[in-house]
């Protein structure tokens, strides 16, 4: 009997090989599979301006904010230009080209707590999105997931906020 998780095994498998392949749980061998692209250059753009344009968001909204909820929406904001950043070094990585996005603009902001509201459910969604393509990156899994943990982390904060806000 063998003690070896089989989606550990199918991740030690995927970076080893470069892509993603079930794992045959009787057997514990990879399959080979065919290499299919994870995101392609207009994706992994468009992964890069909804980070710029989370950052421009946030940075408004810090300065509609006060105290420790600006403070914050600050943190928050950097660690959206962060993420902008690690994407356009895999977009360069990949293609050997520098990213250059659209001038990232804020979301119309109205209601502060509306704001924070939205960006809740855009930061959950960002969870999901990544941490799907962090189950298809193979060797990018690692920076999908890192990126899906931060996104879920923000969305944290920013129900904490709503609470203290309403």
């Known amino acids: 009997m063998s003690n070896i998780d089989p989606k550990q095994a ?13 794992v045959d749980t009787m057997k514990q061998k990879p399959q080979m599979c065919e290499q299919k692209p994870v995101l392609n250059e207009e994706a992994l753009l468009d992964l890069i301006e909804d980070e710029l344009r989370d950052h421009a968001t946030y940075c408004h909204l810090a300065c509609m904010a006060r105290g420790c ?16 950043k690690m994407l356009s070094a895999m977009y360069y990585i990949l293609t050997g080209k520098k990213a250059c996005p659209e001038p990232a603009r804020p979301a119309c902001v109205a209601c502060l707590n509306e704001a924070l509201r939205e960006q809740y459910a855009g930061e959950l969604k960002g969870h999901r999105q990544y941490a799907e393509l962090a189950q298809r990156a193979g060797e990018h899994a690692c920076t999908f997931e890192s990126l899906a943990a931060d996104e879920c982390r923000h969305a944290q904060m920013l129900y904490s906020l709503l609470q203290h806000c309403l």
């Open 69 to 84: 909820v600006r403070r914050t929406l600050q943190c928050i904001a950097a660690d959206e230009k962060r993420h902008a």
């Open 10 to 22: 199918e991740r030690v498998w995927s970076r080893v090989m470069g892509v993603s392949c079930p």
